[in-house]
Nanobody, 120 residues
Framework: QVQLVESGGGLVQTGGSLRLSCAASGSIFSINAMGWYRRAPGKQRELVAAITSGGSTNYADSVKGRFTISRDNAKNTVFLQMNSLKPEDTAVYYC??????????????WGQGTQVTVSS
């Protein structure tokens, strides 16, 4: 079994910052990529940022220049530093990981989600 445990969500004012963390644990052979998605009220889930084990990153246009994704491969942990937060960033943020549990089987896992609320 693989579990993703998130932390760092909360309530901040416009312009504030939060740092989200997600640690993967369990039967992990390797992790190819980890990322963050979010779902705002009334909207579909969207990709916020992703990072490969090699360090390549991808960001949604709406967060470029404000959010930074990073990872600690040794600890199977991914972070999302969120600066200059806007009310539009309010959403439930979900951690995601593409995990290989052995040489054959690979699967995508999701965290439980953490609420980020930005007040105006």
């Amino acid at each position: 079994q693989v579990q993703l445990v998130e932390s760092g969500g909360g309530l901040v004012q416009t312009g504030g910052s939060l740092r989200l963390s997600c640690a993967a644990s369990g039967s992990i052979f390797s992790i190819n990529a980890m990322g963050w998605y979010r779902r705002a009220p009334g909207k579909q889930r969207e990709l916020v940022a992703a990072i490969t084990s090699g360090g390549s990153t991808n960001y949604a246009d709406s967060v470029k220049g404000r959010f930074t994704i990073s990872r600690d491969n040794a600890k199977n942990t991914v972070f999302l530093q969120m600066n200059s937060l806007k009310p539009e960033d309010t959403a439930v943020y979900y951690c995601n990981a593409d995990v290989s549990i052995n040489l054959i089987l690979s699967s995508v896992y999701w965290g439980q989600g953490t609420q980020v609320t930005v007040s105006s």
